[in-house]
């Protein structure tokens, strides 16, 4: 889920900036220090939205830098349990296919692709043996988040999960003669 986080920090603008437009030295700095940022708690920073207020600037002693208490409005990407979420196959391997999601990739493992044996072939396409659905890059799908770990911020997983009802490539659930799976 995409939020809008109104956040308060101090911000440290280099001299390189001096003598510039205070509010867009700030907002360069805080790109630099926010931008795809990952914490557990406030999830992936996508952007900086807006730079409501800059305060005052201090020099700290030993450091030529100026120091601003900023108030600012960060758009982040926080991954919810049993969300449904709408991406691009991005890359497919034997063992599931990866989608983007913006920000960030999921992982649906090949047997939460569909309800069915699935096949890999080394075009990267999954194919179900008896409806013969068919898995490819750039196939657009909707997918719940079944799996969530932070365990490594550097590096967050999202797992994924296509085998429910209208979850999936859009036309599996679009083709109103298919919609149990069935073989046509």
Request: charged share 30%; proline share 4%.
């Amino acid at each position: 889920m995409f939020y809008k986080l109104s956040v308060q920090d101090h911000v440290r603008v280099p001299p390189i900036y001096f003598g510039k437009d205070v509010s867009k030295s700030v907002a360069k700095s805080l790109q630099q220090k926010y931008a795809g940022f990952i914490d557990p708690e406030l999830g992936i920073v996508v952007d900086i939205a807006n730079v409501n207020e800059v305060g005052e600037g201090v020099v700290i002693s030993g450091d030529g830098a100026a120091y601003y208490e900023t108030k600012f409005e960060l758009i982040v990407y926080k991954p919810e349990m049993q969300e449904v979420v709408y991406g691009k196959i991005k890359d497919i391997t034997d063992f599931g296919a990866f989608i983007t999601l913006g920000p960030i990739d999921g992982m649906i493992h090949v047997s939460q692709t569909m309800d069915d044996f699935v096949a890999f072939s080394k075009e990267k396409v999954l194919t179900g043996k008896d409806t013969k659905r068919s898995l490819k890059v750039n196939d657009f799908c909707f997918a719940r988040v079944v799996q969530v770990s932070f365990k490594d911020p550097a590096n967050p997983k999202i797992g994924l999960t296509m085998r429910q009802d209208q979850l999936g490539k859009t036309d599996w659930w679009l083709n109103p003669d298919d919609k149990k799976g069935k073989k046509k």
